[in-house]
């Protein structure tokens, strides 16, 4: 695939009463999103709470979508879309990011969804998003969540992390993460520099957990909507609004 100069996430936060509307629309939608004029790559995913990984880490009150855009213009109307007006109606809350690809590696059901960048230039004080999405082997799925879970700890105390959250095609086998930095220095200094994550990389190649994987890094364009739908608690943000990037 090309470069999409756009790519957005779409995190939608629901009441306890519509908790079972949820999955239908799951069903229901995830056709209907690669199919709205525009999408070049999209999936409907849910979201772990980002404390620690697999089942148990699920939180079904939050779902999102991951979506590449072949056309930039056509991301202005998703709110109005089929897909968009059915998360709008059962949603509490809902937020939008705007993003811009950095560098990505790997597949994601056998495609590159954002292209092949290779490493944009980004201001150092602009803040940057981390999605890891990786297949897990079913025999290796125990022993990734064992091994990952101090990664999981140390990431919730990572200097210049704003926000994260798992994310994932179902609770069991298709693992990510999303991740949301004040630079680009931040999350290199935890990504290489952490005695945890880097001992989890030295794993990967070793234990083969991963069928497949993806790792991408995107320039935070804008943050339109509820923060806290992300799991940001504000205690960072700068006087300009959501992480220096945008507005709300």
């Not at 995830?30 to 790559?41: D, I, K, M, S």
């Not at 202005?76 to 968009?84: H, K, L, N, Q, R």
């Not at 091994?147 to 105390?157: E, G, H, N, Y």
């Amino acid at each position: 695939m090309n470069v999409p100069d756009l790519v957005t996430l779409h995190v939608w936060r629901l009441p306890r009463r519509r908790l079972l509307r949820a999955p239908p629309r799951m069903a229901l939608d995830a056709r209907r999103l690669r199919r709205t004029p525009g999408v070049g790559f999209a999936k409907l995913l849910g979201t772990g709470t980002g404390t620690g990984f697999g089942p148990t880490d699920a939180d079904p009150l939050r779902w999102s979508a991951v979506v590449a855009w072949d056309d930039p213009a056509a991301a202005t109307g998703f709110d109005a879309s089929p897909v968009g007006r059915a998360w709008r109606r059962i949603a509490q809350a809902q937020v939008r990011v705007e993003l811009r690809p950095i560098v990505s590696h790997g597949r994601w059901s056998g495609v590159e969804p954002f292209g092949a960048p290779h490493g944009r230039r980004v201001a150092a004080d602009q803040p940057v998003l981390a999605l890891t999405r990786a297949r897990l082997r079913p025999t290796r799925a125990v022993t990734f969540w064992r091994s990952i879970a101090p990664v999981a700890a140390a990431l919730r105390d990572a200097d210049g992390l704003y926000c994260r959250f798992g994310i994932g095609e179902a609770p069991i086998g298709w693992q990510g993460t999303i991740s949301l930095w004040r630079s680009t220095a931040d999350l290199t200094r935890f990504a290489y520099r952490h005695p945890q994550h880097r001992a989890a990389i030295a794993q990967t190649p070793v234990r083969r957990w991963y069928a497949e994987e993806l790792f991408a890094r995107f320039e935070v364009l804008d943050i339109v909507g509820d923060r806290t739908v992300l799991g940001w608690d504000g205690a960072d943000e700068d006087e300009d609004g959501a992480c220096g990037a945008g507005r709300t």
